[in-house]
């Protein structure tokens, strides 16, 4: 001891044991504390993956809360399309996209197994609770898509259906910043 | 031989000041980032129920005696067997107690906006809101012709009543609408939905108006605001009509109609 404060440092041993000690508190301190503020929530969520979420609290909190389903319109032109699948329904009920440019599709489910099929084709996209499946589709021409849940998930599966409506491009309505589309924003 | 002093061990120790400074500032930037990541404030959120079996355990664990005594509070509403003598207050008799806490707690906290819950539900505390729920479900279903209970209400007619009995039953396949049965039971049964079986029509109307106008909006991931928004006038009217004749109980069970 008498050999590194000594001679040759200014600073006396008991500041610098004090520094020590004070990051010492301070880092002991950070990591609880982010725990119990739930602080570090995000970060965990980013080190569990992006393609995972949280069946039983889509609805709080994340990509899937109420306000962020449907279609989004990103700058390049394409679309997003955000939808959760349950027991036995597709929110939103009824997707509407513009013709011709690339949807990104993002689904999941808060209960059990499902799948988005495209009836009368056999594309076919599977949701399970807790991932988030993606897909990407181009609808060439306007229209009305009937789609159906494909995969038995209880007692009113075969009721488990929902639609996509494709309008050419100019008459998709802008979206105002925030603002998802569906049916009823048409 | 003396030694000239080098200076490093002194600079040594102001950079690592300067580094707690840095470190410091560094994870407050990084927490506040975070916390705003964490909740977005322009969100609608539902309801703040999320059906864990954490919930579900701590929501089922009740004390019915308990729940007995401050349901002196609501007996002049909701009746003193659970059935209400106004068609637009509903029953609680029987009425699944995860369903009956979730709406106490939407009701405590603005979720769901119906006067007079809402003060009432304030004044709760989360064990009487799980009492409560608890006494209730206990409560039976007997008809008993000495009170004033507007349930049941007389059948509807017969266009009526197989127009409810096939969405009830078979829902809507070409529209999407699921059986309301998938979900209200008897087949099956989902956290949070009410049986409506023994539920007043005209609550039941006002109910399925205010999902489709979304003046109601605490049900998670919106099945009711959907579907109430995909059955037309006719069909709200004949589903109340259903249920608040006692139609919807059990095929066997045989209910009086007044
Ligand atoms: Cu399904």
């Not at chain 1, 990103?74 to 513009?98: E, K, W």
């Not at chain 1, 609808?139 to 075969?158: Q, V």
């Not at chain 2, 969405?167 to 049965?181: S, Y």
Request: charged share 20%; hydrophobic share 40%.
């Amino acid at each position: 001891m008498a050999f590194r404060g000594g001679r040759y440092n200014h600073a006396p041993v008991k500041w610098r044991k004090l520094r020590t000690f004070l990051l010492t508190v301070l880092i002991l301190l950070l990591i609880p504390a982010t725990r119990f503020y739930q602080i570090d929530e995000p970060l965990l969520r980013w080190l569990r993956g992006k393609h995972q979420v949280d069946p039983l609290a889509l609805h709080v909190s994340g990509e899937f809360v109420e306000n962020n389903l449907g279609t989004e319109q990103n700058a390049d032109g394409s679309v997003t399309v955000r939808m959760i699948a349950q027991q036995y329904l597709f929110i939103p009920h009824c997707i509407l996209v513009p013709a011709g440019v690339p949807v990104h599709l993002r689904i999941t489910s808060a209960d059990a197994v499902h799948s988005l099929a495209f009836m009368s084709t056999d594309y076919n996209v599977k949701v399970s609770p807790g991932s988030i499946s993606e897909a990407e589709l181009q609808f060439p021409k306007a229209g009305e898509y009937k789609t159906a849940c494909r995969e038995f998930c209880g007692a009113g599966h075969y009721a488990m259906r929902s639609e996509v409506r494709v309008v050419p491009r100019d008459q998709f309505p802008a979206l105002r910043d925030g603002e998802r589309g569906n049916c009823a924003a048409q | 031989m003396p030694r000239s002093r080098p200076n490093y061990a002194f600079s040594r120790a102001r950079w690592s000041a300067a580094q707690l400074v840095v470190l410091t500032l560094l994870a407050l930037a990084v927490t506040a980032l975070f916390v705003r990541a964490a909740d977005n404030p322009s969100d609608h959120v539902p309801s703040f129920v999320e059906w864990t079996p954490e919930t579900i355990a701590q929501a089922s664990s009740g004390d019915p005696f308990r729940g007995m005594l401050l349901a002196r509070h609501c007996e002049h509403c909701h009746g003193t067997e659970g059935f209400s003598d106004k068609g637009s207050t509903p029953n609680l008799a029987a009425m699944d107690r995860l369903a009956l806490w979730k709406e106490l707690e939407d009701f405590r906290a603005h979720k769901r906006v119906a006067f007079p819950m809402n003060p009432i539900a304030e004044d709760l505390s989360h064990k009487d809101m799980v009492d409560l729920a608890a006494y209730y479900a206990k409560l039976p279903i007997f008809y008993d012709p000495e009170d004033k209970r507007v349930f049941p209400r007389p059948l509807p007619g017969l266009a009526q009543k197989n127009m409810a009995w096939r969405l009830v039953t078979f829902g809507d396949g070409e529209r999407g609408i699921p059986p309301c049965q998938a979900c209200h039971g008897p087949i099956a049964y989902r956290p949070g939905a009410p049986s409506l079986m023994t539920q007043n029509s005209d609550y039941l109307l006002a109910q399925l108006e205010a999902f489709a106008h979304r003046t109601r909006a605490n049900d998670i991931n919106e099945p009711m605001r959907t579907i109430a928004d995909l059955l037309t006038d006719e069909e709200r009217l004949a589903l109340a009509a259903y249920y608040g004749s006692g139609l919807g109980m059990q095929p066997g069970s045989s209910w009086p109609s007044k």
